[in-house]
């Protein structure tokens, strides 16, 4: 469907390295330690690809800028309301909420994604 390509490895293997969620910026930055004439719109389409193609996910909460999961399987995430961090949440993602709304709405629920937001353990101190 889509070309491998240098720059969508290296963009997908950083994703893949981390946790921490980054903007497309950060990717580029990194991407430059590599790839020293990428330019940020390589980088910007490459992640659009990935992300249509299922190999990353696009965190695009309303207000904020995108951020990136090299994790693309179901999972909750938690994001600092102090330092904006995101985090992985280890729970399980609870698919009987996916039939209960599909019942009561009678929509056809795909899947649901859930952002539970706070302060993380360093900003709580």
Not at 76 to 92: Q, S
Request: charge should be neutral; aromatic fraction near 8%.
């Amino acid at each position: 469907m889509f070309k491998d390509t240098r720059q969508k490895e290296v963009i997908l293997r950083i994703l893949k390295s981390t946790n921490m969620h980054p903007t497309a910026d950060w990717v580029y930055s990194e991407a430059r330690k590599e790839i020293s004439n990428i330019s940020l719109g390589t980088v910007y389409r490459n992640l659009k690809v990935l992300c249509i193609s299922g190999e990353i996910l696009e965190l695009d909460i309303c207000g904020s800028s995108s951020r990136f999961d090299g994790n693309p399987g179901s999972h909750y995430h938690f994001r600092c309301e102090t330092c904006g961090r995101i985090f992985d949440v280890d729970e399980p993602v609870n698919r009987a909420l996916d039939v209960k709304v599909a019942r009561k709405t009678g929509f056809e629920v795909l899947y649901h994604r859930i952002e539970f937001r706070g302060l993380c353990t360093e900003c709580k101190e």
